[in-house]
């Protein structure tokens, strides 16, 4: 299982915007993996975690492939208008 961790740097008062966006971007992936967001508990305050499972590499691959694909202009628009510059993208192969 590989476990796919997106870190979003997010401006100042944004949070909530953020995650709405992350929850749209969901609801037009081409397949439902199992995901879950994160906000900070202790952390920086100004980040929001998505983190995604898929099968294997394969699975990673056509999922964001696909969701490239879907993705439309205007919500690029508007997440861009909500993220500094920063962030993480990390995948792990889950061990146990």
């Known amino acids: 299982m590989i476990v796919d961790r997106r870190t979003f740097v997010v401006k100042v008062g944004k949070q909530e915007e953020a995650l709405e966006q992350i929850r749209k971007a969901v609801a037009f992936s081409p397949f439902k993996p199992t ?4 906000t900070p508990h202790f952390s920086h305050f100004d980040e929001v975690v998505l983190e995604i499972e898929f099968k294997d590499l394969a699975e990673f691959d056509r999922y964001w492939t696909a969701w490239m694909q879907k993705a439309t202009p205007e919500w ?16 792990y192969n889950l061990v146990s």
């Open 35 to 38: 995901y879950r967001i994160y």
């Open 76 to 91: 690029w628009a508007v997440w861009n208008s909500l993220m500094v510059n920063g962030g993480r993208a990390e995948s």
